[in-house]
Nanobody, 132 residues
């Protein structure tokens, strides 16, 4: 069973940077799609970015493209989300999620957009607050 643990959430000023991380339990770290999602109370969850661990393919929501970078640190079974040029509208609880199947050669993509529905394992979340 895979376990995910987020960390790094904090309060920052608009324009600042923050890195949140997701540690994936060592069982089957590779060949997974790891996604970052965010949610504000009362609003729908939004997919932010995703990475195919082991292959390096990355995907981003239009709202964060050019500002956020998702990366993998394989030696630590960790996926990072580097967030730059933060805006107050980036304030949310950030969750990492994962899925895998055999075989999985990339995150599921349709029409150039990565799909959120396959994610079946979730972390507890880490809060990011951006003040103006």
């Amino acid at each position: 069973q895979v376990h995910l643990k987020e960390s790094g959430g904090d309060s920052v000023q608009a324009g600042g940077s923050l890195r949140v991380s997701c540690v994936v339990s060592s069982e089957g770290y590779a060949h997974k799609c790891i996604g970052w999602f965010r949610q504000v109370p009362g609003k729908e969850r939004e997919g932010v970015a995703a990475i195919y661990v082991g292959g390096g393919s990355t995907y981003y929501a239009d709202s964060v493209k050019g500002r956020f970078t998702v990366s993998e640190e394989d030696a630590k079974n960790t996926v990072h989300l580097q967030m730059d040029s933060l805006k107050p509208e980036d304030t949310a609880m950030y969750y990492c999620a994962a899925y895998s199947r055999s075989p999985l050669v990339d995150c599921d993509v349709y029409g150039g957009v990565w799909l959120a529905y396959p994610f079946d394992t979730w972390g507890q979340g880490t809060q990011v607050t951006v003040s103006s």
